[in-house]
């Protein structure tokens, strides 16, 4: 039996952790499948304040987890499969088939972005091959990028990427945009944006290195387009599956969260599993503490 039963290993899992363990709880955080999350699979990062010389995801989520051990955070490599927050203590079942039993939940699962699902795309996977245009931009000064998708987030990260790209490609399967209207305007108002319609990524072409270009398939017909990076950005999907029924999901499956409260008193959320807008380290590190924080507020009215 813990105080804190923190689900998921990204920086909103383990700040969370680090400040319920600072508050004098006992703390236990259940990693997942991939200890480190999202950012055990980027490369370097630039935007988390405090690391003047670069470093990279791996690195960071070692930094963290290291951390959290240092101050007496318990971490379990285990999945969690099944919870039950119908009553106080809270259970929450491994795939180890160890039972976790906790007066607090905070859920930390994050979310994984949607990929076109190729052998080449997964090949050059930091390589030019990239799912966050606010992560990676940078690196594409004065080159030539794509995008891929239609909704609000391509969009987005299409216009982004002029700040540093020659030349935008959005390349989209249909012959319109899901994106808002306003976001369709700027789009097509920015000179370095070309936008190539009804067209399917067929292959990432690359030198084994890096990424050279893109095969895209219209109608059957082939065109090869030369690039320096592609960014996917199809939807991301949050991992509540296990929170289906438990907690209140909104339609896309985020949970739903007043503050970091969630529908249910004493279980809390932080990170990408509530936040389809924002998606950075930093920010699911800030909302981590806050859960931790409310957490601490609970368990200080409920003991
Ligand atoms: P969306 O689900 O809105 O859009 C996904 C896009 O990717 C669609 O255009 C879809 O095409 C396309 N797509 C999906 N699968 C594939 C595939 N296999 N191959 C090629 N294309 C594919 O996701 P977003 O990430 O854009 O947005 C998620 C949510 O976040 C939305 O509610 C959005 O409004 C919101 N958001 C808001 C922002 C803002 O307000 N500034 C910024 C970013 C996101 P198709 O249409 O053909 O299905």
Known sequence: MVDVLVIGSGPAGYTAAIYAVRAGYKV????????????TITSFIENYPGFSEKITGPQLMMQMRQQAENLGVEIEYDVIESVDFSNRPFICK????????????IVATGAN??????ESENKYKNKGVSACA????????????????GGNA?????IYLTNFASKVFLIHRRDSLKAEKIMQTRLMENSKIEVIWNSRVAEILG???????????NNGELRKIDLDGIFVAIGHAPAT??????????????????????????????????????????????QGCKAAI??????????
């Open 94 to 105: 491994g795939e180890s088939s160890v039972v976790y039993e906790s007066r607090s939940v």
């Open 294 to 303: 409310d957490a601490d507020k609970f368990l200080s009215i409920e003991s």
């Open 207 to 217: 030198d084994e290195k890096k990424v050279t270009g893109v095969l895209l398939e």
């Open 134 to 149: 606010t992560c990676d931009g940078f690196f594409f000064k004065n080159k030539v990028v794509a995008v891929i998708g």
């Open 28 to 39: 236990k955080l259940v990693t997942g499948n991939q200890d480190g999350g999202q950012l």
């Open 241 to 286: 599956a296990i929170f289906s029924g438990k907690l209140d999901l909104d339609e896309a499956g985020y949970i739903v969260v007043s503050g970091t409260r969630t529908s249910v008193r004493g279980v809390f959320a932080a990170g990408d599993v509530c936040d389809p807008i924002y998606r950075q380290a930093i920010v699911s590190a800030g």
């Open 113 to 118: 972005a949607k990929w076109l699902g190729l």
């Open 154 to 158: 391509a969009v987005e990260e299409a």
